[in-house]
């Protein structure tokens, strides 16, 4: 790779060139820095913020100047009338500079500049000496988060509010993409199997597919981490069914694309695709804080957009393995607003900036938090039996239902794993029987079983 610019020292020139809003000349700028870089460096850098679109050039030669980008934006001026109506969308509270970004954003497609993948967005980013999210932000998330189960194993306070989690989550999530399923619509459906009257089939598939894959990172988060193998599963659960080419599904893209209301084209040699996503995943698994890896996330998985579609789902549920790993309050993206979300990710595609999508990040978080406050006062406490044996119990049920077989005491010990100790059989021969009792087409997917074989095997019953 390229060797790696210090964002302070590309902060420093652009600091030195908002000094002059005329523009400011090679020779000055070389002056201004004190000898601290050279000519050819300079350079360098120079050409690095114009192709950031950072900073702009004027005049050719040794006559070139650089000034700053104007964000420009429009707005309708209308008379003041007598009776005074206050009217606005529902948005996220923003920064200054989320302020800016949005209003570049909203401007018209034609008025905004087409834009390639720029590798130095992603080369100015230094694991642990970089940060997105401020260190007073992320301790701030950290008091936010924390839960009660602190010190159990990894996925513990994941998986006991996994009922919750599920509906929220797969909502949540699946509204950002324009689903029309209710919160109460999806409940019925994660809860009970029972898909809603006149949705679309895909909407439902959605919805089912987003439960598929939060269950596969909580409940085995021993194997499930920030890896290329764990993020391409996520691909393959959530665009099961929704892929025009079904051999798209879990694989990196071999073609280009493009997005939708967007100037910005992703990168499209898919040799190349490939090794900017291991980079990707590998500066991820470097993150040390959990906040930052889940952002870092957030902002260069779809940036990249290494699969052909259902990039952003798998990066909002990517965002979530860190904080399932540490037993934090999972972010469930409920309540946020569709578009400020949509803008927050134009300004990363086509600014590379990540300010606007910072303030959804963390209203999200926060509003996440409340959700689970009260949640967290009313946790059951969990089956430890269950807990312990629950491999044992999937491979069970599993077996049972692919093998045809009627649920008894008989055959439950005939499928039963031998790593269940002789005393806790009897126990575990209850627990299979109970878990049978409440198991239907919609929850069957726990036990990696699809619809067609729960169907089959309801035939015999």
Known sequence: MPKIISPKELEQIVDLVAQHPDGIGLEILLQRMEGHVSRRTLQR??????KQKRILTKGDG??????????AGTM???????????????????????????????????????????IEFLEQYQPNQTAYL??????????????????TPAGTFARNILNRLLIDLS????????????????ERLIEFGLAAEGKDALETQMILN????????????????????????LHAFLSDGLMPDPLTCGRIRNHAVEIGGSVYLPIAMPQRLEELFNIVISMTAEIQDPFEQSFFMMVHLPYLQPFADVNKRVSRL?????LFQRNLCPLSFIDVPQQAYVDAMLGVYELNRIELLRDVFVWA???????????????????????????ELTETVRTLVRNGQTINAATIRTAMPKTVTHEDQPRFVELVQREFKTLHAGNAIRFGLRPLEFAAWMEKE
Not at 45 to 50: G, K, M, N, P, Q
Not at 62 to 71: D, E, F, N, S, T
Not at 175 to 186: F, I
């Open 45 to 50: 850098r120079l050409a690095s913020l114009v």
């Open 210 to 233: 987003h439960k598929s894959a939060i269950e596969f990172l909580v409940q085995d988060t021993e194997h499930t981490g920030v890896n290329p193998e764990t993020i391409i599963a």
């Open 171 to 186: 909502w949540a999530s699946s509204k950002l993409e324009g689903n029309t399923y209710s919160r109460l619509d999806t």
């Open 365 to 391: 978080y926060e509003r996440s938090c409340q959700q689970y406050v009260a949640v967290q006062q009313q946790l059951v406490p969990p089956d430890t039996f269950r807990l312990r044996y629950r491999n």
């Open 318 to 322: 990517a965002a979530n393995i860190p």
């Open 62 to 71: 040794r006559a070139i100047k650089y000034r700053l980008v104007p964000i």
């Open 134 to 151: 401020p260190e007073f932000l992320r301790a701030q998330l950290h008091n936010l988060g924390r839960s009660s189960a602190e010190q």
């Open 76 to 118: 309708n001026v209308i008379p003041e009338s007598p009776i005074k109506q206050m009217t606005g969308e529902v948005y996220v509270p923003l920064s200054a500079e989320g302020a800016e970004i949005k209003i570049y954003v909203r401007q018209p497609r034609q008025q905004r500049s087409p834009v390639s993948y720029q």
